[in-house]
Nanobody
Framework: QVHLVESGGGSVQPGGSLRLSCAAS????????MGWVRQAPGKEREGVAS???????SYKDSVKGRFTISRDSAKNTLYLRMNSLKAEDSAMYYC???????????WGQGTQVTVSS
């Protein structure tokens, strides 16, 4: 079973940057696809970025060119670098993991990102 703990959220002005981290435990982590999912108040949960075991990445259109997902297998950590943040990026961000092609089965507790002037 994979256990996920996020960190790095906070408040930032529009145009600012943040880096989210997700520490993973469990031997099966290395065989899992991972991603970041966010949910704003009153809105549905949406996938932001994902990365597979080979390092291939995919992004939601609205964050392409601004967000970068990466994983450090030696540290069992997933990252999301967020640049040029916009107010519409404000949400609770969740780290997720699961066997590739089978959906996410493990979730972190979430970290809040607020973009406001």
């Amino acid at each position: 079973q994979v256990h996920l703990v996020e960190s790095g959220g906070g408040s930032v002005q529009p145009g600012g940057s943040l880096r989210l981290s997700c520490a993973a435990s469990g031997d099966t982590y290395r065989g899992y696809c991972m991603g970041w999912v966010r949910q704003a108040p009153g809105k549905e949960r949406e996938g932001v970025a994902s990365i597979d075991t080979a390092g291939r990445t995919s992004y939601k259109d609205s964050v392409k060119g601004r967000f970068t997902i990466s994983r450090d297998s030696a540290k069992n950590t997933l990252y999301l670098r967020m640049n040029s943040l916009k107010a519409e990026d404000s949400a609770m961000y969740y780290c997720a993991a699961g066997r590739c092609g089978m959906g996410y089965s493990a979730w972190g507790q979430g970290t809040q990102v607020t973009v406001s002037s």
